[in-house]
């Protein structure tokens, strides 16, 4: 099994989509890429309309290789709408797109139905359930909520499992700070374990320090799982520039138990990129390329929402 992740926070962009490569299939997870539309009272900087722009670009040679896509939620940073030629002729695995969503998400996926008509191979909905391609599986975990409530909706699990090789995508469960985020991962026993982190950029907003203290446990937990190697933590996480002391108990835990915990950037051995988070040093120290164009795919709908507030 190749593991080949494509975008994340630590690469410059909020996102978390991953290529994953076995004998039998290609796999791209959640096909989107995305901007902060405002962050500390700043607008995306030009860097970041770059990373973007480059990282788009990335997913979508993939998606072009891949057999297979996999919509874990219906959030602009794990799948775009605006471009559907992504999808023609690809197995589409996605979440259900009525049940258990709430109603942003739900219009989300309407629009995504609604433009992708009939150009994928084959669709279908994989909440709780498994598939077989050759001797790899994909399974999927029940719909569990976006973080410690389901105010932002419900998301699904997604594990790749070839032989006895398995990768486990946790989507946005932003840092395992429920015991239903927990069930799968622990029944599933990965080798490597994706997790975005918590939201310690926004404690206080939606997410207590308690939910903070309860995923650093929980993480802990993962890492005594008998069968992983490689815990990768990024997306909501690395909005925050001092994710690292937030993680302190963790990676003190990883070395004690003999686990790595590494960034996406750091699983590809890149320098971080923490653009969001960084955003308004950037405006202080960066000059703005005045040249840099927002690409209409993956950014369309930030477009939407800056041209509505210059308005």
């Not at 979508?60 to 219906?74: C, G, P, S």
């Not at 399974?139 to 699990?157: K, Q």
Request: charge should be neutral; hydrophobic fraction near 40%.
């Amino acid at each position: 099994m190749i593991i080949t992740p494509l975008a994340a926070e630590s690469l410059g962009v909020r996102s978390s989509s991953f290529f994953i490569e076995t004998a039998d299939v290609k796999v791209l997870i959640d096909p989107g890429v995305s901007l902060a539309k405002v962050r500390s009272g700043f607008a995306p900087h030009s860097l970041e309309i770059r990373a973007m722009n480059e990282r788009w670009r990335t997913v979508k040679e993939y998606a072009a290789r891949a057999d297979i896509l996999v919509i874990t939620h219906f959030h602009f940073d794990h799948f775009d709408p605006t471009e559907p030629i992504v999808f023609n002729n690809k197995v589409l695995l996605m979440k259900h797109p009525t049940e258990t969503i709430n109603a942003g998400q739900r219009e989300r996926a309407r629009e995504l139905i609604r433009n992708y008509r009939t150009l994928p191979r084959r669709v279908e909905f994989a909440d709780g359930r498994v598939f077989e391609f050759g001797k790899t599986s994909l399974r999927f975990s029940p719909a569990v909520p976006h973080g410690p409530d389901t105010t932002v909706g419900w998301v699904v699990e997604a594990s790749v499992r070839e032989g006895s090789t398995c990768f486990l995508y946790s989507s946005d469960i932003v840092g395992a700070c429920r015991d239903e985020h927990m069930e799968f991962i622990l029944s599933e026993n990965p080798d490597t374990l994706y997790l975005d982190g918590p939201l310690t950029y926004m404690l206080g907003r939606g997410f207590s320090l308690e939910d903070l203290r309860t995923s650093v446990s929980n993480i802990n937990r993962l890492l005594e799982m008998p069968k992983l190697e490689t815990l990768i933590i990024d997306h909501h996480l690395l909005r925050d520039k001092n994710w690292k002391n937030e993680m302190r108990a963790v990676y003190v835990k990883a070395e004690s138990v003999g686990k790595k915990v590494v960034t996406l950037a750091g699983f590809l051995q890149k320098e971080e990129q923490l653009l969001e988070a960084r955003r308004v040093e950037l405006f202080e120290t960066q000059p703005v390329l005045a040249s840099e164009p927002l690409l209409r795919s993956s950014a369309f709908h930030l477009v939407k929402e800056l041209n509505k507030e210059r308005r």
